[in-house]
């Protein structure tokens, strides 16, 4: 089922009608998918509610109007708030890395420049990424049925990541120096939905040690994630699969019921 975002208010659930106005979205559902009178289609609010909606007309003025069937009762996201600080990668992995965090849940993406991050931006240069990153985080979170659009953020450098992540509930920092599964073990535990979980993920050159050391005295913890060496790209699937996973096993949990 094709699946679009609309803005609050072009939502009138009283009326039972929705329109679809956006002019690349107006463009993509009657000139590219061709949508007819009476399809089902999916639309999200900038709420993050859902709606099943029949089409009801492409007016005049490139309004594609629908008919409102019902309201989800649940939406598609994590119960919890989800932030990637991601080191920027060489390449287009960083593409990669956000198609793929997307899909796994994270609300907020913030671009990183460590001290071996290879990659540099001016100004103009970090507007146009943004601008592509956003777009590309709008398609996997239709493609993955996201209620709500990831936020990409404006890149900051180490310090201003370690500030902006103290301010999660769980903080974690995977480190390939650090040694055992224990980290790892006690912050899965505090993945509780109603939290803030902050994570930092570093570059294809890893994290410089004075970068650590800044990020425990943020009480940002260093974890492994097993004895292998991981790409960036691979390190930011494999920890927030962890995380996805862990979320949606504890949304499931009556914990008034545990003892």
Not at 232 to 242: G, N
Request: hydrophobic content about 45%.
């Amino acid at each position: 089922m094709h699946h679009f975002f609309v803005s609050s208010e072009n939502i009138d659930e009283t009326a039972g009608l929705a329109v679809i106005d956006d002019s690349v979205d107006y463009n993509h559902a009657v000139n590219v998918l061709r949508l007819k009178a009476g399809e089902q289609i999916l639309i999200s609010d900038s709420d993050g509610c859902d709606y099943l909606c029949a089409v009801r007309q492409a007016a005049p003025d490139k309004r594609l109007e629908l008919d409102i069937i019902e309201k989800a009762g649940e939406n598609h996201e994590l119960p919890a708030r989800v932030i990637l600080f991601q080191c920027v990668p060489k390449s287009d992995k960083m593409e990669l890395i956000i198609q793929k965090a997307v899909e796994l849940g994270v609300t907020d993406i913030v671009p990183v420049f460590s001290k071996y991050c290879v990659v540099k931006l001016d100004d103009k240069k970090a507007e146009s990424r943004i601008k592509r990153w956003q777009a590309i985080s709008e398609s996997a979170a239709k493609q993955s049925k996201r209620s709500v659009i990831p936020k990409i953020h404006k890149p900051v450098d180490f310090k201003q990541a370690a500030e902006m992540c103290e301010q999660c509930d769980v903080r974690i920092i995977p480190y390939e120096a650090e040694d055992g599964l224990t980290g790892i073990c006690e912050a899965i535990v505090n993945f509780l939905p109603g939290r803030s979980i902050g994570v930092i993920v570093g570059p294809e050159g890893g994290f410089a040690p004075m970068e650590v050391t800044m990020a425990k005295r943020h009480a940002i913890v260093p974890v492994s994630l097993g004895k292998r060496i991981l790409r960036a790209e691979t390190a930011a699937i494999a920890i927030l699969s962890l995380i996805m996973i862990r979320l949606e096993i504890a949304a499931g949990i009556d914990l008034s019921t545990e003892e």
